[in-house]
């Protein structure tokens, strides 16, 4: 196996809760309100650091769709799928979208952020 190489992501991201490697940005979310085998799931537009599994048909909760298992490129965790083909014409915009399960993903608290600021007295307290 070669060496791997990761994609980094400006902004506020989500990244594997195993092993830490950035996955997604924040601003790929198309739907918080999906559900998975173990709970809820976010679909995304993009995702990176990833390698997928091979195609299957599988019967999901919205009908029969064509989807690749998603694992992280680092530790090898399933995530979560890809949805290559939908049989339904109504479940067509899922089409090339990821769906990454919420226990596999952690969010990534921005930088910008000063956890240990104090709360301070404003001018008008004496």
Same mark, same amino acid.
């Given at each position: 196996m070669g060496r791997v190489f990761l994609v980094e992501l400006g902004g506020r991201a989500y990244r594997c809760s195993f092993c830490d490697s950035p996955l997604a940005l924040a601003d790929d979310i198309l739907s918080r309100s999906f559900n998975c085998r173990q709970g809820r799931a976010y679909l995304f537009n993009n995702v990176v650091n990833i390698t997928l599994g091979a195609e299957e048909e599988r019967l999901m909760l919205s009908g029969m769709h064509t989807v690749e298992d998603v694992y992280c490129c680092c530790c090898g965790q399933m995530l979560g799928w890809k949805y290559v083909a939908a049989h339904d014409k109504n479940q067509k915009y899922k089409e090339g979208k990821?769906?990454? #399960?919420?226990?596999?993903?952690? #969010? #990534?608290i921005a930088q910008d952020f000063n956890l240990d600021a104090q709360p301070g007295s404003s001018d008008a307290e004496a």
């Open positions: 990821f769906v990454l #399960e919420r226990w596999t993903i952690a #969010e #990534e």
